[in-house]
Structures are given as structure tokens and as C-alpha cells.
């Protein structure tokens, strides 16, 4: 392999490692939320997306011998674990997962530039493609956040000014 296709083999593993994260991270986001049904309802949705997404990485990497690293998707759904239990202590929980989760999205886009640069270096079309379509649902989930991050900080404050639950 050329050292392009190296770096380019490591930055989609890190892909697919770095979506079996968001798999996890948005599982137990899910699991918790009780008082936000938008915010809940669209990362069902982005979780859906993002399933699909891990399985069309894990095709590309299928693709070269020793492709998965089953290694570093085990640490990143550690890590995804740890930070959902991180986020229990906080009396801002909600606040605390969406910005996480705005910024995990902007990540995820960055990572997705990269590879998609690197797959037209190498006249990779097929995955130029997964990469590009995968960065648009990143772009979106990004977007939605950042228009309801706004009513979303109201709504907390809202219910946290009155008493009731707000955390979640």
C-alpha cells in the first residue's frame, strides 16, 4: 500500500470507530430524555442515520484485508459509555448532551472532509460518495441543533425556574 492508502485505510477506521461512538453516545441520550420530545425524537431519527452509516463504513472497510479495527470500536463505545454516565451528575444534563452533541457533529463533518478528500485523491468514487452523503446528514443533524439549541436552553431554564424536572 502507498502511504495515501495508509492514511486513508487509519482515517476510515477511525470513521467507523468514531460512528460506533455516536452509536452509543446517542443511545443513552435517548434512554434518558423524558421532558424533550423534539430533541429526543430527532436523535431516533439521527440514531437510525447513523446505524446505517457504521454499516456502510464497515463495507469500505471491508474491502482491504484487516479493514476493521475491533479495537478501537471497542474504545470509543467505552468512551461513549463514559461520557453517557458523566452527564447523570449534572443538574443540566440536557444542556450538557446537546451541546456535546453539536459539537461531536461538527467533528464528525471535519472527519468526513478529510476522507472524502483523500477518497478523490485515490479515485475512489464509490466511497467519495458514502463519504459526502454521510457528511450531509452530519450537516443536518448540526443544523437542526442550531436552531433549537436556542428554544431548547428556554425550555430548560423554563421548567428548571419552576421546579419540575429539568435535567432531562
Given amino acids: 500500500m502507498t502511504h ?7 482515517w476510515l477506521r477511525d470513521a467507523h470507530a468514531m460512528e460506533n461512538q455516536a452509536i452509543a453516545m446517542i443511545r ?14 430527532r436523535l431516533e431519527r439521527h440514531l ?9 463504513l464497515k463495507a469500505l472497510l471491508d474491502r482491504y484485508p484487516g479493514g476493521a479495527s475491533t479495537v478501537k470500536d471497542l474504545a470509543a463505545r467505552i468512551a461513549a459509555t463514559t461520557q453517557g454516565v458523566g452527564g447523570l451528575l449534572a443538574g ?13 457533529e461538527h ?3 471535519a472527519h468526513y472532509r478529510v476522507l472524502a478528500a483523500a477518497a478523490d485523491e485515490l ?6 460518495t458514502v463519504f459526502e ?5 452530519e450537516r443536518a443533524m448540526a443544523d437542526w441543533l442550531d436552531h433549537h439549541l436556542d428554544i431548547l436552553t428556554r425550555i430548560y431554564l423554563m421548567r428548571d425556574e419552576r421546579d419540575l424536572q429539568a435535567k432531562r
Fill in 92 to 104: 443540566d444534563e440536557i444542556i450538557k448532551a446537546a451541546k456535546a452533541t453539536y459539537a461531536f
Fill in 4 to 10: 495515501m492508502q495508509d492514511h486513508f485505510l487509519i
Fill in 133 to 137: 452523503e454521510i457528511m450531509e446528514q
Fill in 48 to 56: 437510525a442515520e447513523t446505524e446505517d452509516q457504521a454499516a456502510r
Fill in 28 to 41: 443513552a441520550q435517548i434512554k434518558r430524555i423524558e421532558n424533550y420530545p423534539d430533541f429526543r425524537a
Fill in 107 to 109: 467533528a464528525e463533518i
Fill in 123 to 128: 479515485g475512489d468514487t464509490e466511497a467519495k
